[in-house]
């Protein structure tokens, strides 16, 4: 396949907001202006509104009222974990983190050497919650960082558990592994890794990549922090809430500002007619475990930002395409992981948050379904999965990458 080269201009990622900002605004131009950005259709409606400085905030406390949020968030006991009403759907998206993982680091090893290293950065890593899954893929160093101090510290003890355990079980597995407190959004992480210049295979950015689409200059700088210490070959993946589901049932919605159910509920702060690029800020509240400020990504303009670092759109597929494409491999995980629900239909007639499930029921038959109830269903649909490969490149006289692009 005949290379095509795409260079952008190369970057200085200071932590100066000034600085960045002015950074990111020669970046944008002329390769990925905000007008490229509007003009990129995707496969949906694009009503965007285009970037201006008014839309990148100069004070925003924004990470302060995450990281608060995010700290005060105590962890569930199982018993309680077992009361939720989304007990069923936050393991169904660990189910998805687990099939994402376990896909790329399948693709990562296929290209590898028996015993080369296989270093990865959970890019906001929160409690923890994908440790055991870096530990069954058999990984051999980890970065973990997040903005919640507590989080971090957690996450930090979860780690020295499993090392614990590791000593004492020829099936645990030993890897070493890095931690540290830190907004990607405003800060270079590679300058805070052990070793600034490790080279890392993959990069994870579970449930919270959007958050730094509060800004180009936070956006920008989250995309490098992802791009910069990856292989070529290496992927960064992502789940993020889908802008474009978002704004479908947003625009169904009774009064246009807000819409959802029992488990969750969205609702904008300001004006959407069209949202603009970054800053599109909307209130999200998913039962016991969030409640705080997100913000809308809209993919083409990250597929843009993606490629101006090196990077190159590998996969975007809704929640319900993925759960389709990995039911048959999947199956027996996410039962095991309690990703559904097991019901029987006879008993759930008369229940609307079951009422899905009679278009499988074949008679009067009393055999139990895995599924998720309609509320968690609608939460969990709400989001996508995504991937993008790092591509290989040179540099030109000064000093700029040059990226190959197969396309
Ligand atoms: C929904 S949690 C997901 C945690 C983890 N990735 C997982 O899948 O279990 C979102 C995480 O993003 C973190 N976060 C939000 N904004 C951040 C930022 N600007 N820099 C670093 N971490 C951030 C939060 O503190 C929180 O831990």
Known sequence: MSKHIE?????????????AHEASQQQMSPATTSRDAKETTVDDDDEWKEETLDNVPENSNMQDVVASHYNELKEAGRTERLKSRIFYMRNFNNWIKSQLIAEYLHCIKSQQ?????????????????????WEKALITH???TDIAEVSVEQCKRRYEDIIQRAETSKFAHKFTAEFFV?????????????DASMKLNL???QFAFHYSFESLTQADCMVRNAAECLKPGGFFIATIPDAYEIMKRLKL????????????????????DPPPLFGAKYQFHLEGVV????????????????????LKLERKTTFSDYYKENIEKGRSLLYRMNGLETVFPNRLSQNEEYSHI??????????????????????ASLYLVCAFRKCENSFDREGKPVFMFDD
């Open 203 to 205: 990069v994870s950015c």
């Open 358 to 379: 009679k278009q499988f029921v074949k008679g009067n038959s009393s055999r139990s379904l895995g599924t998720l109830s309609k509320s968690e269903w609608e939460a």
């Open 253 to 272: 919605s009774n009064n246009g500002r807000s819409f959802g159910n029992e488990v969750y509920k969205i609702e904008f702060v300001s004006h959407t």
């Open 182 to 194: 830190c907004d990607s959004t405003l800060v270079r992480l590679r300058g805070r890794f052990k």
């Open 7 to 19: 260079q952008f201009q190369s970057s200085r990622l200071e932590d100066d907001s000034d600085d």
């Open 291 to 310: 409640d705080c400020p997100e913000f809308l990504v809209h993919f083409p303009t990250l597929i843009k930002l993606c490629r101006k670092h090196g």
């Open 142 to 144: 980890l970065i973990c």
């Open 113 to 133: 050497r028996v015993g080369d290293p296989m270093r990865v950065l959970d890019m906001c890593c929160g409690k923890g919650g994908d440790l055991l899954k």
